[in-house]
C-alpha cells in the first residue's frame, strides 16, 4: 500500500511544477509586453531558420510540422516521467512484492520485480498508445477553427494526417526508450548488476520455490520483452486510430440502442481482455509472463506488418473522408 502511494506521488508530482512554471511564463510574457521595445502582439516575426529536415518542406508545411513538434514535447515528456515511475517503482520505499521470502537487497528479488514492472508496461503502454491515438487522431478529425485553418493551407492530405501520427508514434516509443533507459540506470547505480548476480541469492541457501522462480528469470528475454512494449503499444495505437477514421458518423444510431449495447459491448470487453492476456499470443509477439519461452524475433514482423496495414488504412479512410 506505501508503494502505491508513493507511486501515485510521484507520478503527479510534476503537476504542480508545471503549474508554477506556466505562471511564470504568463508574467514573463506580461513583462514583455509592457516593454516598449519588444514588437506589438500581433507585428509579425521572422521566421526561425529551418533545420535539416524542414528545409525541404515549403513555410506552410514548415509552420504545421513546428505546431505538432511542440505538442510532441509535452507528450514525450509526460509519457517518458510515467514510464520511469512505472519501470522504478520497485525501488521506491515501501517495499517492493516478496513472495519468495528474499532478503530485501537480494539480486534475485530486484531482477523479478523490474521484470514484472516491464511485464505490466506493457499494459500500461497500451493505455498510453489509446490516449496518444486519442490526441492525435482527434487533431485529424477535429472540425474545430484550428483544423479548419490547417486544411484551407497549402498542404497536402497526406502531410496532414502523417504529420501528426508519425510524430506521435516517435514521441511514444522514444519516450518508452528514454523512461526504460532511466529505470536501468537507476537500478544499476543502486544496486549494481542485479541480473547477473542471481545465482548468489541468500548464500546459496534457497528453497525449491526460490529456485524455480530464479530459474524462470534465466529463461526472460529483456530484449523481446522491451521490444513486446513497442510492438503491442503499436498495434494498439494504430487500430485505435483506423476506428477512429472510420465513417461511423455517417451512420444514425438511436441512442436506445446505444444504451443498450454500449453496456453489452463493455462487458465483453471486460471478459475477453484479461482471457486473450493470459493466451500465448507469440505470434504476435506479445510476451506472456506465463509463456515457457520467449517468442521468436521473427514473430516481431508481424505486428510491424499489422501496424503499417492500419496505419495505411487510416490514411486512406481519412483521406476519403476529406470534402
Not at 534465466?218 to 503491442?232: E, K, Y
Request: glycine letters at 6%.
Amino acid at each position: 500500500m506505501t508503494q502505491i502511494i508513493y507511486t501515485l506521488l510521484l507520478l503527479f508530482a510534476p503537476v504542480p511544477l508545471l503549474i508554477v512554471w506556466g505562471r511564470i511564463k504568463v508574467l514573463r510574457q506580461r513583462a514583455a509586453e509592457d516593454d516598449a521595445l519588444q514588437p506589438k502582439p500581433f507585428a509579425p516575426k521572422p521566421e526561425p531558420t529551418p533545420g535539416f529536415l524542414l528545409r525541404r518542406f515549403p513555410l506552410p508545411e514548415r509552420t504545421y510540422l513546428r505546431q505538432q513538434a511542440g505538442a510532441a514535447k509535452v507528450g514525450f515528456c509526460i509519457v517518458a516521467w510515467c514510464t520511469t515511475v512505472l519501470m522504478s517503482k520497485t525501488l521506491l520505499p515501501g517495499g517492493a512484492d516478496n513472495p519468495y521470502d528474499w532478503f530485501a537487497d537480494d539480486p534475485a528479488l530486484l531482477w523479478n520485480n523490474y521484470l514484472q514492472s516491464a511485464f505490466l508496461m506493457i499494459v500500461f503502454g497500451c493505455m498510453f498508445a489509446l490516449i496518444t491515438a486519442m490526441t492525435a487522431g482527434f487533431g485529424i478529425t477535429a472540425t474545430g477553427p484550428g483544423s479548419m485553418m490547417n486544411r484551407t493551407r497549402p498542404i497536402t492530405h497526406r502531410l496532414l494526417f502523417w504529420g501528426r501520427v508519425g510524430p506521435a508514434l516517435l514521441t511514444l516509443f522514444s519516450a518508452y526508450a528514454t523512461g526504460i533507459a532511466i529505470s536501468l540506470m537507476l537500478l544499476y547505480v543502486l544496486h549494481g548488476p542485479v541480473w547477473s548476480q542471481l545465482n548468489d541469492s541468500q548464500g546459496f541457501q534457497l528453497t525449491v520455490k526460490q529456485l524455480h522462480r530464479i530459474a524462470w528469470m534465466q529463461t526472460v528475454s529483456l530484449p523481446r520483452l522491451l521490444l513486446s512494449i513497442f510492438t503491442t503499444s503499436s498495434m494498439v495505437f494504430s487500430a485505435f486510430l483506423l476506428l477512429q477514421q472510420l465513417p461511423l458518423n455517417r451512420i444514425r444510431v438511436p441512442w436506445p440502442l446505444v444504451l443498450l449495447v454500449g453496456p453489452a459491448v463493455f462487458i465483453v470487453i471486460n471478459q475477453l481482455v484479461p482471457n486473450l492476456l493470459r493466451r500465448d499470443l507469440r505470434f504476435l509477439f506479445f510476451y506472456n509472463p506465463n509463456s515457457t519461452a520467449p517468442p521468436s524475433w521473427s514473430a516481431a514482423l508481424v505486428p510491424i506488418g499489422i501496424t503499417a496495414a492500419l496505419l495505411t488504412l487510416s490514411q486512406l479512410f481519412n483521406r476519403r473522408s476529406e470534402p
